[in-house]
């Protein structure tokens, strides 16, 4: 008859059990997060005894993992970026002359002089002067190609290279861009992660979306632009040799030259040459300093590769100006006046003490490989947030009297059965969302509300069911065991069909929507836990103590 | 005493006005179509692309000075409106500004948004913005299609797992209740001019999820039913397995309806339309298990003879005159 083995009691009320366990912390938010945000700063940051004591505040044998509070509920900002990969071709391009020149040179009896020219920036364009010497020349240049390193691009090369007349044409191949692309956002991922980082805000979320965009969640910041100044700027720092000054953007020397603003001199241009001398990414450190008149200034060092190039470029070149260029600006062009050997130098301008840190900052974190586009941008106030959790709180509160109320009414002590179910249930779903570190956005709640009122939906199946079979069975036992077994086949159709939906917005959804389906899927989970184990098991523990003739359902 | 909505024993003939129930479903779906194509959707910033601004003052809303203040920015199509809601205290008065895409930036930029906060502190100073949101136009035109996506995705899974379990006719009736709620749903949304934004999608599959678990329960039991009473006519069999249910039917719809109602009054102005789509999902959903989902099986006919799967389909449909 009604009988459910020992081990499977046991086991039921031990996932409840552990179920409550994780759900606790959630009850004592505040105080957990402050705990965890001090074990955090102590392994990091050292003890001292404010964080030793916030780290009291919580025992350290309970679980301390604790729903993640989204954007909407927390305050933040949001923001999604695309990163420009073609962006990086052409830099490959400029470190690739120097490779085909080289080898191009060597058979100058056949190919006669080269030359760059100007075209698409994801193209090498060579000339040499003896059309005849082509196929030679094409040869050399594919005998510079390297494998491509990936896993899908095995078997391929990373260069293509095609005459054209008297132009040798390299470009990257297609394996080569992808792999290419792949590793520019995996470099933008770690550089914003780092800038991020340095300033210090918590948990903040920075994921690869789809095949070239970034999604940063920073909470706590106060808006998004201020989140964009600091990960949006590509801080590209070139050093570049001084061809001259111009008055127009227009005004191009010629040659592989670029004619590019200054930053102090509104109206002034430099023209400079392409090639930089040494780039950002050969600096070791830089920090915020003041120069000798006591102006804010950047200190760098250069790793020993770069240091050597800065001060072989140095000795050539004393007394011809060059420039500091960063982000396609000139910040200055001081006159070279000695050889500077040491790799280490000062970079003034017209810095505020908060500039010169940020920029500290960006040169330390290290350049972005690529251009970043917004796409979105969402900035929540912290405000709003905490009206959010105050409204979905009591709703939640006011949904669940309604509810128990409800059931109590309508299924006397079965109701109050199904009501303690429903209460464990909700624990469980916070303690299930606090395990797997989901993240809790407003349309979650109203998630967890709606499960609240679905909830019931098995147990009023069951009941529905018993009440049926009282009518037609043989007594109360036979016809609880019947309302189970009947109603289960419907118990289970139901919530597959929604626990699809759910996956497939879990699937396809972004934000918003994904949120809400984790706490939908969980919510049905749990649920069908506790109408077919939890509700079952209490209501058979009271039918073996009471025995009752007759029952109400 | 128990509290019962339904009466013990019900035995209501729900076909016998089928020509006015189905002929009203109809009837509003074709007007929910006819709304959309003439009014269409209040489509939120996520699907169009832009930048919504809340403001929050202590000062009451003045929608005109609003719009003035901002008028000389240029920035094309703004709408304002102020938000009303019983949560918010007396000196909360909240507006949402809504400004078009700007043509050729992927976000607006934070200039402009800068310039709209500028202008509307100098003429109020108490003014805060809680939340700034820019979607460019290429993700919005993306979301539009992992939206519609989503939602085919989720009807065609439904249709092949009630295939799977029932029969085909049990799951295109599903599907057909399915798509009466949506359309009727986005016809609500259009008549009331309700923002419809990346949420109201997650609400919209909601309503699917939930419409179906109520059909799916009262196909179960006509499933159960049919095998029962092998002789009795189809639409009897119908009938009776919806007067079965229909008792939990009131019970999950009120259960879930008591805290949808909850949460629309006290959730807050953020999740209002999320909620209001939920709750009218839920009504229609009830409604249409009953009389679009079961019609459509009546009108479909089913295969009796459930002892012998698959021997004789095809022969085997009832014949009812429906």
């Excluded at chain 1, 945000?37 to 003890?47: F, P, Q, T, Y």
């Excluded at chain 1, 959010?388 to 109320?405: E, H, P, T």
Aim: with cysteine.
């Amino acid at each position: 008859m009604l009988q459910i083995d020992l081990w499977k009691r046991i086991l039921i009320w031990c996932v409840v059990a552990a179920g409550l366990l994780m759900a606790m912390p959630n009850a004592f938010y505040t105080k957990v997060e402050q705990h965890n945000d001090a074990v955090a700063e102590i392994e990091v940051l050292g003890e001292t005894p404010e964080r030793l004591e916030a780290r009291s505040g919580w025992p350290e044998f309970l679980p301390s993992s604790l729903v993640n509070l989204g954007l909407d509920l927390r305050g933040g900002a949001h923001l999604l970026a695309e990163v420009q990969v073609e962006d990086v071709y052409e830099g490959r391009m400029d470190a690739l002359w120097p490779e085909v020149r080289d080898a191009l040179r060597e058979a100058r009896d056949e190919v006669g002089t080269i030359r760059r020219q100007d075209g698409p920036v994801d193209e090498l364009r060579i000339r040499i002067s003896q059309p005849d010497g082509l196929r030679r020349a094409v040869e050399i240049a594919r005998g510079l190609a390297q494998p491509v390193v990936s896993l899908t691009g095995i078997g391929s090369t990373d260069i293509q290279v095609a005459g054209q007349g008297d132009t040798l044409v390299v470009s990257l191949t297609d394996e080569e861009k992808r792999a290419t692309d792949d590793r520019t956002i995996r470099q933008s991922l770690e550089i914003i992660r780092r800038r991020v980082d340095e300033v210090g805000t918590r948990e903040p979320t920075i994921q690869r979306q789809g095949t070239d965009r970034i999604l940063i969640q920073v909470p706590g910041v106060g808006s998004a632009a201020e989140l964009k100044a600091l990960i949006g700027t590509t801080a590209q720092l070139t050093f570049n040799p001084v061809v001259g000054r111009a008055s127009s953007a227009d005004d191009v020397a010629g040659g592989r030259s670029i004619t590019l603003p200054s930053i102090d001199e509104p109206g002034a241009f430099y023209q400079l040459e392409r090639t930089p001398v040494v780039t950002g990414e050969e600096l070791t450190d830089a920090q915020p300093s003041f120069d000798q008149n006591g102006r804010p200034a950047v200190t760098f060092r250069f790793n020993p590769s770069g240091a050597r190039k800065f001060g072989d470029y140095t000795a050539e070149n004393i007394g011809s100006p060059f420039a500091i260029v960063l982000d396609e600006e000139v910040i200055s062009a001081p006159v070279i006046q000695s050889h500077i050997p040491g790799g280490s130098g000062i970079i003034t301008g017209n810095f505020t003490i908060e500039e010169s840190t940020n920029l500290a900052v960006l040169l330390r974190a290290g350049a972005l490989p690529a251009e970043l586009i917004f796409l979105e941008e969402r900035t929540i106030g912290p405000e709003l947030g905490q009206d959010s959790i105050d409204a979905g709180r009591i709703a939640c509160i006011v949904a669940f009297a309604a509810v128990l109320v409800f059931m109590g009414l309508s299924y006397g002590l079965f109701g109050i059965f199904a009501n303690i179910a429903l209460i464990l249930n909700v624990a469980m779903i916070f303690g299930l969302l606090s395990l797997i570190g989901a993240t809790l956005t407003l349309p979650g709640i109203a998630g967890i509300v709606l499960t609240i009122g679905m909830a019931v939906d098995a147990n009023v199946l069951v009941f529905e069911r018993i009440r049926e079979e009282l009518k037609t069975a043989k007594g109360p036992a036979r016809a609880i065991e019947l309302g189970y077994e009947k109603a289960l086949s419907a118990i289970l159709d139901a919530n597959i069909t929604t626990f699809i939906t759910a996956a497939i917005l879990f699937a396809v959804g972004s934000g918003p929507v994904r949120g809400f389906s984790v706490t939908l899927g969980l919510g049905i989970l749990t649920s069908v836990f506790t109408a077919i184990f939890l509700t079952r098991l209490m209501v058979v523990m009271w039918f073996e103590r009471r025995r009752p003739k007759t029952i109400e359902v | 005493m128990r509290l019962r909505l339904v009466p013990k024993q019900t035995s209501w003939d729900f076909f016998r006005y089928w020509r006015a129930t189905f002929g009203a479903s109809i009837a509003a779906m074709i007007g929910s179509v006819l709304i959309f194509l003439i009014v269409g959707l209040n489509f939120g910033i996520d699907f169009r692309g832009g930048t919504t601004i809340r403001t929050e003052s202590t000062q009451a809303v003045d929608v005109g000075a609003y719009r003035d203040a901002i008028a000389p920015l240029d920035l094309g199509d703004v709408s304002i409106t102020e938000v009303f809601d019983p949560t918010f205290g007396p000196d909360e008065n909240v507006a949402m500004i809504r400004i078009q895409a700007q043509a050729g930036d992927e976000s607006v930029s934070a200039d402009t948004v800068l310039a709209v906060e500028t202008a509307l502190q100098t003429f109020d100073p108490s003014i805060t913005f809680p939340a700034v949101e820019s979607v460019g136009p290429k993700v919005s035109g993306e979301l539009v299609q992992t939206a519609i996506l989503a939602v085919l995705l989720a009807i065609g899974a439904v249709l092949v797992y009630i295939w799977l379990r029932f029969e085909w006719q049990f799951s295109l009736g599903a599907v057909a209740a399915l798509v009466h709620d949506i359309v009727l749903t986005i016809g609500i949304f259009s008549l009331l001019q309700i923002r419809f934004d990346l949420a109201i999608i997650a609400a919209l599959l909601t309503i699917v999820g939930y419409s179906l678990n109520d059909t799916v329960v009262v196909f179960d039991r006509v499933r159960e039913n049919l095998r029962k009473y092998k002789k009795k006519d189809l639409k009897e069999v119908l009938s009776l397995s919806i007067n079965e249910t229909l008792s939990r039917t009131v019970m999950t719809s009120v259960t879930t309806l008591l805290a949808l109602v909850s949460l629309y009054v006290l959730g807050g102005d953020v999740i209002r339309g999320f909620v209001f789509a939920m709750i009218w999902g839920v009504i229609v959903g009830t409604y249409s298990s009953v009389f679009v989902a079961s019609a459509i099986l009546l009108f479909l006919g089913v295969k009796r003879d459930w002892s012998k799967p698959d021997a004789n389909a095809g022969n085997q449909y009832a014949n009812v005159d429906a």
